[in-house]
């Protein structure tokens, strides 16, 4: 099959490249990135993907790579992924995620091919949910709490409507937290654990700035989650909607304790207010029967070892490139 992957660049999109590629049938794998995309997290597989360059928001672009390319798949993944920053920049996260979306799905209706399209949506839509409705089903009212929220019901919605309008085959993915080595230092658990290397190497003070540790959250590890992504595309049907997430559930602080048990050095806790966000989704708990029954996937990473790669990889990357340890104040 002809794979095209957009946001091949990003965390999520260079564990599914792996993937797709580490298995026994071979596929060809595209990616779209921009003229200034890191290659960095495709170290492991550049001589592997074939890249095409694109910004979402260039529809002449995208016209001509599904032209050129004729994907049996795409799997959307490019965003302005990071809730946080959409506080910052809501225009450009609205512009991206539905605008954006809105550009692929074009893309793919102007040039007549009839590709399954992976849609990439968030737990996120569902908001701050009431304890009724826990856990999460597909059907819970959505309550967006941020630009991004916002962003994602439009891509996951637009998405819908080409099904309905024009039997493009759109399968929608509300993925909960996923983390994992290569997350982006604006997430909370590799938030913690790039200032836990930064202070095992000396790079920083011993402390790790936290928002809210009273939030719950159920967490599944980056590379169960591709798996999900892949098995989706041969079981789940055009025009649904499916929520995918691991089972560890915990609050922040329980998985904050987990990571810094894994260090042998004593850190200071330090609550920051600007890593508070101005509305905040503090219970994400999901119902994932829909897509467990229909696939039979289900998670199979450890928790404990996500947290240990997650750390590795910061510890590794923080000896290579020092500078890293520099975070954005936003
Ligand atoms: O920032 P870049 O140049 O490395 O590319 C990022 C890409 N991206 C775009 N590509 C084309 N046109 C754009 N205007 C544009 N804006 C962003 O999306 C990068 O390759 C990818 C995002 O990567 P991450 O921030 O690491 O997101 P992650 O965690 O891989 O999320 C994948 C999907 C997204 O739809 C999230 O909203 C969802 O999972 O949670």
Redesign the pocket.
Known sequence: MKILI????????SHLAEYILSLKEKHKVFG???W???RDSLDRVYNKVILKE????DLSALIRHCKDVRPDVIF???????VLTSFNAPIQTLS??II?TANLLEAVRITGIDPIIHI?S?SEVYGQVEKKDIPIKEDCPLRPASP?AVS?VGEDMIAFQYWLSYGIKTIRTR?FTHTGPR??DVFAMSFFAKQIAAGELGLAAPVVRVGNLKSIRTFCDVRDAVRAYWVMVHKCKPGEVYNIGGNRTMTIKEALDALLSFSTKKFKIVVDPKLIRPSDVTLQIPCTDKFKKLTGWKPEIAFEKTLKDILDYWRLELKRSPWKAITVVR
């Open positions: 957009t946001g091949i660049t990003g965390f999520v999109g779209l990135c921009r200034r995309s890191s694109a910004d979402l928001m959307h993944l490019a965003a302005q992924s990071y991206t995620n954006g990439c968030s991004y994602k993925m997350r982006g």
